[in-house]
């Protein structure tokens, strides 16, 4: 009986042992999780802070989130086509994938000395350019070369037909004639341009690499060296439009037959991504003339004083910033580095202005009187040198004009009969 009762006891103590251990485990697991759980809250508080457009879904594995999505929300991902890559134009219309509108902005340092022209002033007509040393723009005559330091000039090209979207790019001009649609590579120093592209209604220089778009609505990448293209996207729809380009993508957009807007974006080399939308559509009426230049959105908004607000947004931000509010909303807005170009018309004025995006002060470069608001008249920023080219009214008398950054907006050279003069 006493063996029995000491052997009870020590079963006991042998109980309350094991009890008091796990529950010293367990209490030690909670703190353990306590201490994981602050420590997290205050990395996100932390990356919220320094970062506030981090994206954490880029600490997920794409399988997880995958899974997240189909398992968890029970959302069903959408089965896409690729886009084709050829050497000839497709005429099948890639599927869309879902709103592709942030990306990390290295993805846009891109180098500006390496563009053939700014987007903007091509969309405008690509009628002026500059490499810095001299100043080349597009008459009725042909290309010419204008000096800044002495204001000579001479005819590198000698045409009739109609010219347009002119890239300078080392040591070559690119343009494209638009009596026979070609794209053509003329050397600085030479008269004879050769053929490098056919059916081209629209084209930009980027470093070694055209980015064109045919007339039948082809979305087209080139070498310009090897000149063998490679088609990124085909639409079936009314007009296609460059909007700008990034380290790996294309950005563009497609207006339908009935005047709707779609923005989409193309991979430049992966076969397999489908194209992706990267901003809300619009409509003929609500035409924001949308220019994207090294990762910032340039574009117009209707003002309740019947005029444009001049916007400039950072792509993936919410923020918009608005630079002026008195645009007529009729010129695609262009950037030389950190200076943004717009036009301004009344019933009787016409004025090309200058804005300084990090001081936010603005300048008139160029007055033209007698005209209205019918006038066809385009912008175009040369350096030293600002062009304005167009007619001043609808039916109105035809203009060419070019005034030095360093005179007045009265004060200007105009370009008739082959010629420069004050």
């Known amino acids: ?157 000698k045409s009739k037909d109609t010219l347009s979207c002119m890239n300078l790019r080392g040591d070559f001009v690119y343009f494209i004639n638009e009596d026979d649609h070609k794209l053509y590579k003329l050397p600085k120093g030479g008269s004879a341009p050769k053929r490098i592209a056919r059916d081209v209604k629209f084209a930009y220089v980027y470093d070694t690499d055209v980015y064109y778009i045919t007339l039948d609505n082809s979305l087209c990448m080139m070498d310009v060296k090897k000149h063998e293209p490679t088609t990124l996207y085909s639409s079936l729809d009314d007009e296609m439009r460059l909007v700008g380009v990034s380290k790996h993508r294309v950005f563009f957009s497609v207006t339908d037959f009935n005047g709707n807007i779609k923005y989409l974006t193309v991979s430049k080399t992966d076969a397999d991504e489908d194209v992706a939308e990267f901003r809300e559509a619009e409509t003929a009426d609500t035409d924001s003339k949308l220019v994207l230049e090294h990762g910032f959105m340039y574009y117009y908004k209707p003002n309740d004083k019947g005029k444009f607000d001049v916007v400039r947004q950072k792509f993936g931000s919410d923020k918009e910033v608005t630079l002026a509010t008195d645009a007529d909303g009729k010129n695609y807005l262009s950037t030389d580095s950190n200076k943004l170009y717009y036009s301004k018309s009344t019933s009787t004025k016409f004025r090309m202005f200058e804005i300084n995006m990090n001081s936010e002060s603005r300048r008139c470069l160029m007055t033209v009187n007698d005209c209205d608001k019918t006038n066809t008249l385009k912008i175009f920023h040369g350096g030293d040198y600002d062009f304005v080219i167009g007619k001043t009214s609808e039916n109105g008398t035809h203009i060419y004009r070019a005034g030095c950054i360093y005179t007045g907006s009265t004060n200007y050279m105009r370009f008739v009969d082959g010629k420069w003069s004050y």
């Open 1 to 157: 009986m006493k063996d029995y009762y000491f052997e009870e006891a020590e079963q006991e103590l042998q109980n309350k042992r094991k009890k008091k251990k796990k529950g010293g485990f367990l209490k030690g697991f909670l703190i353990f999780i306590s201490v994981i759980v602050v420590a997290l809250a205050v990395f996100f508080a932390t990356i919220k802070l320094l970062a506030p457009d981090f994206d954490f879904k880029t600490l997920i594995p794409e399988s997880a989130q995958t899974f997240v999505k189909e398992d968890i929300l029970r959302q069903t991902t959408t089965t896409t086509t690729t886009a084709t890559t050829t050497t000839e134009p497709t005429t099948a219309e890639p599927t869309t994938q879902g709103m592709m509108d942030y990306m990390e902005f290295k993805e846009f340092k891109t180098d500006a000395a390496k563009e053939g022209s700014a987007i903007g002033a091509l969309l405008n007509g690509g009628k002026v350019g500059t490499d810095y040393s001299y100043i080349y723009h597009i008459t009725k005559k042909g290309i010419y070369r204008l000096s800044p330091e002495s204001e000579s000039f001479y005819r590198l090209y």
